[in-house]
C-alpha cells in the first residue's frame, strides 16, 4: 500500500514570495491533515479535512495561509506571502476517519530567508 | 486549551535497558492515545495505539493507559540503539465525527551502546 505522498520535499524561499505544497493521501483516507511542526516541537495542526470539506482550521493563519482539497482527494497548502517565521516542516496526513491512526507524509522543508 | 506534557527528558539510557517514556493530557474526555517515534530529519512513524485502561503489548512495545490519572506511557525493552529517537505522544479529543489529534512535544531518547 503506498502512503503519502508529498511535494516538494525541500524548498527555500525569500520572505514576501508565495509557495505550495501538495500531499496525496493513502487510498481510501477521508481524513487528511496538514501540520506545522518547528525544530523541538510537536506537530501543529493547521488545518483538517473530512472529505472536501474543512472541518478545523481554527490554527491557520487565514491572512497568508491557505488550504484546498477539492476532490477529497489530494489537497495543496499555499503560503503568500511567506514571513521568517513560517520556516518549518510542512507535515501532511492522512487517516481512514478523524478516531483511527494517522499516517504522516515525507514532509516538506520550507526555508525563508 | 487542551494539554500533552512530555516533560521529562532528554532521557539516556544503556543498550539491553528498559527505557520507560510519560505522558499527561488534560481534557478527560480523550478516548484514542497514539506514540509516535521521529527519527532526525525523518516525520512522526506510529508505533503504538491504545485506546482502553490497561497494557498493550507489541514486540519490545507496550503502552500503559490509566485513564483516571490521565496519564498514558510507553515502555521499550531490550532497547537498541535504533531506537534513539523522538517519541511523540498524541491524544484525541472527541467532538463526535471531527475529533483532533494533540501533540506533546516528545522527548528524546538515546540508547548508549
Known amino acids: 500500500e503506498a502512503g503519502v505522498a508529498q511535494s516538494p520535499r525541500y524548498k527555500i524561499i525569500e520572505k514576501r514570495q508565495s509557495v505550495a505544497f501538495w500531499c496525496n493521501p493513502i487510498?481510501?483516507?477521508?481524513?487528511l491533515y496538514w501540520y506545522q511542526q518547528i525544530l523541538g516541537q510537536g506537530p501543529k495542526l493547521l488545518i483538517q479535512?473530512?472529505?472536501?470539506?474543512?472541518?478545523?482550521d481554527s490554527q491557520l493563519p487565514k491572512d497568508r495561509f491557505s488550504a484546498e482539497r477539492l476532490k477529497g482527494v489530494d489537497s495543496t497548502l499555499k503560503i503568500q506571502p511567506a514571513k521568517l517565521e513560517d520556516s518549518a516542516v510542512y507535515l501532511c496526513a492522512s487517516s481512514l476517519n478523524s478516531q483511527r491512526e494517522q499516517y504522516f507524509g515525507p514532509g516538506t522543508r520550507l526555508t525563508v530567508t | 486549551q487542551k494539554e500533552v506534557e512530555q516533560n521529562s527528558g532528554p532521557l539516556s539510557v544503556p543498550e539491553g535497558a528498559i527505557a520507560s517514556l510519560n505522558c499527561t493530557y488534560s481534557?478527560?474526555?480523550?478516548?484514542?492515545f497514539f506514540w509516535y517515534r521521529q527519527y532526525s530529519g525523518k516525520s512522526p512513524e506510529l508505533i503504538m495505539s491504545?485506546?482502553?485502561?490497561g497494557d498493550k503489548e507489541d514486540g519490545r512495545f507496550t503502552a500503559q493507559l490509566n485513564k483516571a490519572s490521565q496519564y498514558v506511557s510507553l515502555l521499550i525493552r531490550d532497547s537498541q540503539p535504533s531506537d534513539s529517537a523522538t517519541y511523540l505522544c498524541?491524544?484525541?479529543?472527541?467532538?463526535?465525527?471531527?475529533?483532533?489529534?494533540?501533540f506533546g512535544k516528545g522527548i528524546t531518547l538515546s540508547v548508549r551502546p
Open positions: 491504545i485506546y482502553s485502561n
Open positions: 481534557d478527560r474526555g480523550s478516548q484514542s
Open positions: 487510498s481510501g483516507h477521508a481524513t
Open positions: 498524541a491524544v484525541t479529543d472527541y467532538t463526535g465525527a471531527n475529533s483532533k489529534l494533540t
Open positions: 479535512f473530512q472529505n472536501n470539506g474543512v472541518v478545523d
